[in-house]
């Protein structure tokens, strides 16, 4: 995972220039037989499509004595169908920090159908633009294209200015309709730095900058007396990025985010240069973690006396006398008495002391809360800051602190660390949910040590035994099965709010055949730091016919390729590697033989052996053994390599799906 990330999570420095002129777009006079076309090659079951999307932003000099930029935009859409019909909501997020905003200056938005063979055009009023108050540093700016039919073609053009220069517009070249033109225009002044941050896999068909020297006039028009002016001239970069024929991003199976693989493009500050005051802006991870140690709704909490937890804790630590049994009791009286209201925070609601009366906070607040309560007993503790999987990976090397979500906590304990997360009920001590491992966290202590949440770090293995026994017309067997931690964690949950019968009901269903469970009993249900144990005997009506069709993987066999489309243009994200053994153990029915055996296989995912698929089954005398045997080592796997994973799975369903026909002796 580590060696593919960066072919899409890049850090781009510079774009080399272009020889050549480069191609253009023209929003040119739309005609009859552009509104007539009905299905484009990009894709030709799309309900819209983008034919053009260009984006122009640029720093300008404003009249509060410094800069912002300006924004415009202009799109053209066709709507095929009524699934397309959601291209003509437009909403705008601008920015306000109580004393300067963002503003919408300007919008246009045209709609052209086809009637009775003419070109009808539609304005939009000014007065169809809405505004909402999103949160207090938010307002949503909305329209809707007016008379939108199947077959219309839409126009929207405008444009935004704002003086907050750390984030410029960014600009996503994919989308969920395809595009056949996505460009996207910048020009910066060289007295400002930027990070462009980029990923997809789309290429350029224009990646160029071109150099040109340009003039600014600062205004300063604030005080009481005459506006002053301020000129400085400065070179200015102007990029230009273009991609074409752009195919909608469809979400898939084993994602983890479609954010993480859209086509896009985007811009942190990083430093201010001559002839401004040098300054470096964007943080090293060092200043940027002892900031989260001072801050009120961080680490400041974690440092001051918190004598006032002490009447709280003494109760819950009677009769411990180690470390560990210190951590894992404090630890379950956060998860199994706190509420979370919110699992997507970054910093704390309230005060700690408010989450210990109220028991209930955001993620930050139960497991700052963790840290707390473990430091207060003397168990070196620190906040962990990370991303979940559904919020998108995060940088190792820059504290671009808006691409993280979460927080949990790391304890250690006899020179042993331990991530822990009690934002989550029935999560056994030591782990911590899947969704946070997603690539690099940072652990805010004084060193800040990048942290490394691979899910190949996580094994989930899971064993299932058979033994089914047919006599005198009569099936019956039992099952054993060892769950992994997290269907363990899963089924607790499930158990929690279905109940116990429902459950087994699902597993009688997903046998294919006539079958009931008895004797159902499920070990270490309310032991949290253990998986699961189920043990069960059930019965089988085979019926009357002389040949029984029995499938000996039972309800374990993989009954669908969860890789369904033909190709992929993103990687596979599996949450976890997994390893699923299942043995089976089956007795000849009395007055039956065997007509057919399924053949026994052991096949490799790649040369590597990072996957491996193995069914062996024999018969003796008159018993049959089964064992198959599902193991994946890698959970990344990179576009080209989605072919040999979709092969690999569907060798497995056809495999695991074969029947032992058992026929009547005459």
Not at 16 to 34: G, L, R
Not at 85 to 95: C, K, R, W
Not at 127 to 149: E, G, Q, R, W, Y
Not at 453 to 479: C, F, H
């Amino acid at each position: 995972m580590r060696t593919l990330l960066p072919t899409f999570l890049l850090i781009v420095l510079c774009h080399a220039a272009q020889a050549q002129k480069s191609p253009e777009f023209k929003f040119t006079k739309i005609t009859q037989a552009d509104l007539e076309k009905k299905i484009y090659s990009v894709d030709s079951g799309a309900g819209a499509v983008i034919l053009g999307d260009v984006g122009a932003s640029r720093i300008i000099a404003n009249k509060n004595g410094w800069f912002g930029f300006e924004f415009n935009r202009r799109k053209r859409v066709h709507i095929l169908n009524k699934s397309g019909y959601h291209e003509g909501d437009v909403e705008l997020s601008l920015y306000s920090n109580g004393e300067t905003e963002e503003k919408l200056i300007s919008v246009k938005a045209l709609t052209y159908n086809l009637q009775d063979g003419k070109i009808v055009e539609t304005k939009m009023e000014k007065s169809a633009v809405f505004t909402d108050k999103l949160d207090k540093n938010h307002i949503i700016k909305k329209f809707t294209l007016p008379n939108i039919k199947e077959g219309a073609i839409i126009d929207i053009e405008y444009t935004t200015t704002s003086d907050f220069l750390f984030n410029l517009e960014p600009w996503s070249f994919q989308g969920s309709s395809p595009r056949l033109w996505s460009e996207y225009q910048l020009s910066i002044p060289d007295f400002f730095g930027y990070l462009f941050l980029t990923q997809g896999y789309h290429p350029y068909l224009v990646n160029e900058k071109k150099e040109r020297t340009l003039n600014f006039t600062i205004s300063d028009a604030r005080g009481a007396g005459a506006t002053e002016h301020t000129d400085i001239t400065s070179k200015v970069t102007d990029y230009r990025w273009v991609m074409k024929d752009v195919p909608e991003l469809k979400e898939e199976s084993f994602t983890s985010t479609l954010r993480n693989h859209v086509a896009r493009i985007e811009f942190q500050l990083s430093e201010y240069r001559y002839p401004l005051t040098y300054r470096q802006i964007m943080n090293s991870w060092p200043q940027a973690t002892k900031e989260m140690l001072e801050d009120e709704d961080f680490g400041k909490q974690l440092s001051t006396n918190n004598g006032w937890m002490r009447d709280d804790l003494q109760p819950i630590l009677v009769n411990t006398s180690t470390q560990l049994e210190k951590a894992k009791k404090l630890y379950a009286y956060v998860r199994d008495n706190f509420v979370c209201t919110d699992h997507n925070a970054l910093y704390t609601s309230q005060t700690l002391k408010n989450v210990l009366k109220t028991k209930k906070g955001n993620v930050a607040d139960l497991n700052l809360l963790l840290a707390a309560i473990l430091r207060h007993e003397g168990i070196k503790a620190d906040p962990i800051i990370l991303s979940t999987r559904e919020h998108g990976y995060t940088y190792e090397l820059y504290p671009v602190m808006n691409r993280f979500n979460y927080v949990a906590c790391q304890a250690t304990i006899d020179n042993k660390t331990y991530n822990l997360d009690a934002s989550r009920s029935r999560l056994g001590f030591g782990l911590m949910p899947f969704e946070c491992y997603n690539g690099w966290a940072r652990i805010i202590s004084e060193t800040s040590p990048a942290l490394d949440l691979s899910p190949d770090s996580l094994k989930e293995r899971k064993v299932t035994a058979y033994i089914l026994i047919n006599d005198k017309g009569k099936w019956a067997g039992s099952m054993m099965q060892q769950l992994g931690n997290y269907e363990s964690y899963n089924l607790r949950n499930k158990i929690k709010e279905e109940g116990e019968e429902a459950y087994f009901k699902t597993v009688q269903k997903s046998f294919g055949f006539d079958v009931k469970t008895q004797s159902t009993k499920i070990d270490s249900l309310e032991v949290y730091d253990l998986p699961l144990s189920l043990k069960y005997q059930f019965t089988v009506d085979p019926g009357d016919d002389d040949i029984v069709y029995l499938n000996p993987l039972f309800g374990e066999a993989q009954k669908e390729n969860p890789f369904k489309s033909a190709e992929r243009r993103y990687p596979v994200e599996m949450p976890y590697t997994f390893d699923e053994t299942i043995v089976a153990t089956i007795y000849v029915p009395t007055g039956f033989e065997v007509e057919e055996l399924p053949k026994q296989i052991k096949v490799r995912l790649n040369e590597q052996n990072e996957g491996v698929f193995e069914y062996a089954i024999a018969k003796s005398d008159n018993i049959i053994s089964l064992r198959s045997r599902v193991k994946i080592d890698r959970t990344f796997y990179s576009p080209d390599e989605y072919e040999m994973l979709r092969e690999f799975f569907n060798l497995i369903v056809k495999k695991q799906s074969e029947q032992i026909v058992f026929k009547k002796k005459k």
